[in-house]
């Protein structure tokens, strides 16, 4: 079984989703340095399937359509409090190295971003980066339906730099 069946943080959030997918690696990094890893790395074709969403999100009438950049993440900079905020995301559960479940709303469908850790008896940890995705509204797997390829490339993209940890 999957941890994030197990993972009590996700289960009222499973139940019901539109969407789930999860991607797994293995790491010498710690949950806050995975973390601090995926979100803090925006490369240039990134920046461009940002840009390209924010004109479909516009046509959709979104609310939040402009994605906020800064510089890299730390690894002591990621809130493991609720509501605290990584990126365009905010904190909805957390405990420390084991868990964060990131959560992003629109009108259209709310999506979340979970990372789970689990420590290898060998040494460093199994992430399961999962997203999950309820609709709120037709635009929702509209929206979701046509971002969905680009959605697999980016988490996978963000799943190899968590694995590398922080830039440094």
Not at 89 to 110: K, P, S, W, Y
Request: glycine share 10%.
């Amino acid at each position: 079984m999957l941890p994030i069946f197990r993972a009590p943080e996700l289960q009222s959030l499973l139940t019901g989703a539109d969407h789930v997918d999860v991607k797994t690696t293995q790491a010498g990094v710690t949950l806050r340095q995975f973390v601090a890893g995926a979100m803090g790395r925006q490369p240039g074709w990134v920046r461009l399937l940002f840009r390209l969403r924010m004109v479909l999100a516009r046509l959709l009438r979104l609310r939040d359509p402009e994605i906020p950049s800064g510089p890299p993440l730390r690894p002591e900079e990621i809130p493991f409090t609720v509501g605290g905020k990584v990126g365009f995301f905010t904190v909805a559960a957390a405990g420390e190295g084991r868990c964060i479940v990131l959560q992003a709303a629109d009108t259209h469908l709310t999506g979340y971003l979970a990372v789970i850790a689990e420590p290898l008896s060998a040494g460093g940890n199994r992430f399961q980066v999962t997203t999950i995705v309820r609709y709120h509204h037709w635009t929702g797997p509209l929206y979701f339906n046509v971002i969905r390829p680009f959605h697999h490339i980016v988490v996978q993209s963000m799943v190899n730099a968590g694995a590398r940890g922080p830039r440094g």
